[in-house]
């Protein structure tokens, strides 16, 4: 499949890029043509690119296909290992030479990673648990949290850590999408880009990702009419940017805050 580079606030992948050992069994990673556009746009050949929450090491395959040095993380033992085995292949030979890193970690900690260090940031968290990954055996698993104001405070304790660990003037992209509760939706992905800000991040881009292929589709499909709900079929992909530390950010029109003075 050709690479397409994305030009508007709006993406679309029905059919998800198959090239290198990408596939779609890890139940919610994300479709490659994501991370590419913006490993593509946000960084050169030789940064050093971190995922926190690797998951099936998608964006790491990427990273080593496009040049760029690579830190991954996951609180999942076995996300490490499937990681470690989908980024294990044979780079094309005019590829740039890189490296990387793959480690057990948790992003409210990002132990080892020094400050001011990354040179982008992509990464795409669990949605509560609307699919969980470790049934309650791993402690501090997001994916087993279901209150939201409980997981948007403990991934907040992540952001920080991640505003820490990025260079100045540089990008931390984040794909998160909303639920429903009681046929009401949840703004999920507002309440984390809000956590963000807070955290001192200033936003880039908003970006509408279409959902395809959903496996719980089919089944929502013959629900709306039953509980009136419309299906939720988009995400939201924040870029947010770390500014430099003598940056005006009246400049943004924030008159009377900062946003590390934010409460919600």
């Not at 996951?74 to 490296?99: E, G, Y």
């Not at 907040?156 to 260079?167: H, S």
């Not at 947010?240 to 934010?262: G, H, Q, V």
Request: some cysteine; hydrophobic content about 35%; aromatic content about 10%.
């Amino acid at each position: 499949m050709e690479f397409k580079k994305q030009i508007t606030s709006v993406w679309s992948f029905p059919e998800r890029g198959k090239w290198a050992t990408h596939n779609a069994q890890f139940r919610g990673n994300f479709a490659p043509q994501i991370p590419r556009n913006i490993i593509t746009r946000y960084s050169k050949v030789g940064d050093l690119v971190l995922d926190p929450m690797v998951g099936g090491g998608t964006t790491g395959i990427e990273c080593r296909l496009l040049g760029r040095n690579f830190i991954g993380r996951d609180i999942n033992p076995a996300n490490v290992k499937l990681s470690r085995k989908m980024m294990h292949f044979k780079v094309p030979d005019n590829t740039p030479k890189s490296s990387y890193s793959l480690r057990v970690g948790d992003i409210r900690s990002l132990a080892g990673i020094p400050k001011q260090s990354i040179d982008l940031i992509i990464t795409h968290p669990p949605y509560l648990n609307i699919i969980r990954y470790s049934d309650g055996k791993i402690d501090g698993d997001l994916s087993n949290i279901s209150n939201v104001e409980k997981f948007c405070d403990e991934l907040e304790q992540g952001a920080a850590k991640l505003y820490e660990a990025l260079k100045e003037n540089a990008y931390c992209a984040i794909l998160i999408g909303d639920t429903r509760k009681r046929c009401h939706q949840i703004p999920l992905a507002y309440y984390v880009m809000q956590r963000f800000l807070k955290a001192g991040f200033i936003l880039r881009e908003d970006i509408i990702k279409a959902q395809h292929n959903c496996k719980s589709s089919p089944y929502w499909e013959k629900q709306t009419d039953k509980y009136n709900i419309l299906l939720i079929m988009h995400e939201h992909l924040f870029v947010f940017r770390k500014p430099r530390s003598s940056e005006n950010l009246l400049d943004y029109k924030w008159s009377r805050y900062s946003p590390r003075t934010l409460t919600f």
